[in-house]
C-alpha cells in the first residue's frame, strides 16, 4: 500500500467567494454537501468539436484527450491524457508548441526504480542501479490534468450558506465533472488512477479530487490567459496539475534527490537524478517548498497525514532553517555579484563561496536547480584562473543542470 503520494502544490478554491482560500483537510465537522441541498445540478457536457472529441461543461470547462484519439487508429504507445482546461486557447499554446506531439523521452536503461515494501512508509521507489545527477529515471504522460483552481459546473445559488457549507458544495458539484473526465479514460488508465492512494477521505474532497489533491504535481510552464515571460512560470490560478502513476509512488523527503520537470513537446513528466543516487537507495520528491524553516514545512506536509522525519526534519537548527530561508536570495546575489562575468571577484569572497558550497551540501540543498549556479561560479572563477581539473566536476554539475532545467521542451 501506498501511504504518501506527492502533490507539490495546493488546489485553490476559485468561486469568487474564495479566491485563493486553500480547500479544508483533515477531519472536518459536517463534511459532505449541507443536508437542505438538493445536489440536482447537471454537468451538461457537450461535444464542441467532434474533430478532437472535446467536451465542454456549462461553467465553460472543456475536457479534451492529449494527445488526440482518433477513431480507427491504435492508441498513442505513451498513452492518452484527459485534460480539462479553462480555456481552449491554452490547448494551443500545447498542440502548436514546436516539435509536438513527441514520444515521452527514454531513459539510458529501462527499470532504474523498482516499487518495494518498507516498514514504515508503505510502498517506496528504490534505485535498481547507480544514477548519476542529471540523468533520466523515466518519464511519464500524465493519467489527467486540471487546473489548480477548483471550478464548480455552474453558478450555485448558496445564498444563506455559511463559507464551510459553500466549499463543501462546490467540491461536491466540482467531483460530477472529474467523473465525467475520468470516464473517458480507458479502462486501465482509470483502474491506475483510481488506485492511486487518498489522503483526503473526511475533508469533503470526493474520490477523484481527494486523488489530485494528495498526487498532483504542479504543470505551472502551461496556464491559462497571456504567455508568461521567457523562464517565468505561471501563477498557480492560471495553472494545472498533472497525476502521474509511477510518479505518485515517490515518498516524501526536504533532501529530495529526484526532481520534475513537465516536458510540453511531449505532453510529459520527466523524473531525474537531482544528485548522485546510488543502487539499493530510497528516491525522494518533495512534496512542499523546501525554503522554508523545519516547522513551516511541517504545517505544509499536514494535510497529507504525516511528519517527515528527514535529516533535515530531524536535525533542524536556527542556522539550518536561516540557510534554507535566506538560499534563494543568497544565490540571486552571488550570481549578481560574482558572476563569471565579474573580474574582481576577490580570493577572500570565493573562499566565502566555497564554504556556502559545503553547507548548501551538508543541507541537501545541492539538489535543487539553484545550485547550478553556486557550481558555475566556483567552476569559471577556477577556470579564469587556469585551475582546469578543479573547474572540471563543477562545470560538468553545471552542465548537468543546465540541460536539466531546460525549458525548451
Ligand atoms: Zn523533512
Not at 534505485?127 to 486540471?146: H, M, N, Q, W, Y
Not at 445564498?159 to 473517458?184: A, N, P
Not at 537531482?274 to 539499493?280: M, Y
Amino acid at each position: 500500500m501506498l501511504l504518501f503520494g506527492a502533490l507539490l502544490t495546493h488546489i485553490c478554491a476559485v468561486a469568487k467567494m474564495f479566491e485563493k482560500k486553500p480547500l479544508p483537510y483533515g477531519k472536518v465537522e459536517n463534511a459532505g454537501i449541507p443536508s437542505d441541498y438538493n445536489g440536482s445540478t447537471s454537468i451538461n457536457a457537450k461535444v464542441i468539436d467532434p474533430l478532437f472529441t472535446d467536451h465542454s461543461f456549462s461553467n465553460g470547462l472543456i475536457v479534451a484527450t492529449v494527445p488526440t484519439r482518433h477513431n480507427n487508429q491504435p492508441s498513442d504507445p505513451d498513452g492518452h491524457s484527459e485534460w480539462l482546461l479553462v480555456h481552449g486557447a491554452t490547448k494551443a499554446k500545447v498542440f502548436n508548441f514546436p516539435g509536438y506531439p513527441r514520444p515521452c523521452a527514454k531513459p539510458r536503461r529501462s527499470n532504474m526504480i523498482e516499487l518495494k515494501q518498507t516498514p514504515d512508509t508503505g510502498m517506496a521507489v528504490f534505485a535498481t542501479c547507480d544514477i548519476k545527477v542529471g540523468d533520466l529515471i523515466f518519464s511519464e504522460r500524465p493519467l489527467l490534468v486540471t487546473p489548480r483552481a477548483v471550478f464548480p459546473p455552474a453558478r450555485l445559488n448558496l445564498s444563506g450558506y455559511s463559507k464551510e457549507k459553500v466549499t463543501q458544495t462546490i467540491m461536491f458539484e466540482y467531483e460530477k465533472i472529474l467523473e465525467h473526465v475520468v470516464s473517458r479514460m480507458s479502462p486501465e488508465r482509470r483502474a491506475a488512477l483510481l488506485a492511486l492512494c487518498n489522503s483526503h477521505t473526511e475533508d469533503g474532497s470526493g474520490k477523484i479530487m481527494g486523488i489530485i489533491r494528495t498526487n498532483g504535481f504542479s504543470i505551472s510552464n502551461i496556464g491559462d490567459g497571456p504567455n508568461m515571460p521567457l523562464g517565468h512560470l505561471y501563477p498557480p490560478e492560471r495553472s494545472y496539475s498533472g497525476l502521474s502513476d509511477l510518479g505518485s509512488r515517490f515518498n516524501h523527503s526536504c533532501i529530495p534527490n529526484v526532481t520534475i520537470s513537465f516536458k510540453r513537446s511531449s505532453f510529459s513528466f520527466q523524473f531525474s537524478a537531482s544528485r548522485d543516487i546510488k543502487a539499493g537507495e530510497e528516491c525522494f520528491v518533495s512534496y512542499c517548498d523546501i525554503f522554508q524553516s523545519a516547522t513551516d514545512r511541517k504545517k505544509e506536509l499536514a494535510p497529507y497525514g504525516f511528519e517527515c522525519k528527514c535529516k533535515a526534519c530531524l536535525h533542524a537548527t536556527p542556522a539550518t532553517d536561516k540557510l534554507r530561508i535566506e538560499y534563494q536570495d543568497k544565490v540571486a546575489r552571488l550570481v549578481h555579484t560574482h558572476g563569471p562575468w565579474v573580474l574582481d571577484t576577490t580570493k577572500r569572497h570565493f573562499d566565502e563561496l566555497i564554504e556556502f558550497e559545503k553547507e548548501v551540501v551538508k543541507e541537501g540543498l545541492h539538489s535543487q536547480k539553484m545550485y547550478r549556479f553556486v557550481v558555475g561560479i566556483i567552476g569559471h572563477w577556477y577556470e579564469k584562473y587556469h585551475l582546469y581539473t578543479k573547474a572540471k566536476p563543477y562545470l560538468d554539475l553545471e552542465e548537468r543542470w543546465k540541460t536539466m532545467a531546460s525549458d525548451e521542451e
